[in-house]
């Protein structure tokens, strides 16, 4: 089945860590580049990391910069997301994607899991 299923979220206090694991069939996986994006309640979905097919190149959103690092295993067609000292304003649904293009907007990805809520308190 063609998929991206994404796992790891929950509820953290501020300045807590959260790993975000995202599943991906080999159509959704190989050769393409695999992003993270979120989207809180009542804002535009924004892209917060992408990792190229080699997983050598890699981007972030200027408000995760230093707190998240994205990371793919080609083995396990896995892609990860490790969150560093979360904040309230990093509470959103975190989904998955993959798409040919090495981008971080949202309209470049044509593939999109279900999404995992993270929801981090102050």
């Known amino acids: 089945q063609e998929q991206l299923v994404e796992s790891g979220g929950g509820s953290v206090q501020a300045g807590g860590s959260l790993r975000l694991s995202c599943a991906a069939s080999?159509?959704?996986?190989?050769?393409?580049?695999l992003a993270w994006f979120r989207q809180a309640p009542g804002k535009e979905r924004e892209g917060v990391a992408v990792?190229?097919?080699?997983?050598?190149?890699?981007s972030y959103a200027d408000s995760v910069k230093g707190r998240f690092t994205i990371s793919r295993d080609n083995a396990k067609n896995m892609v990860y997301l490790e969150m560093n000292r979360l904040k309230p304003e990093d509470t959103a649904m975190y989904f998955c994607a993959s798409a040919p293009r090495y981008s971080l907007q949202t309209t470049d990805f044509t593939y999109w899991g279900q999404g995992t809520q993270v929801t981090v308190s102050s």
């Open positions: 990792v190229s097919p080699s997983g050598l190149s890699k």
């Open positions: 080999r159509s959704r996986y190989s050769g393409n580049c």
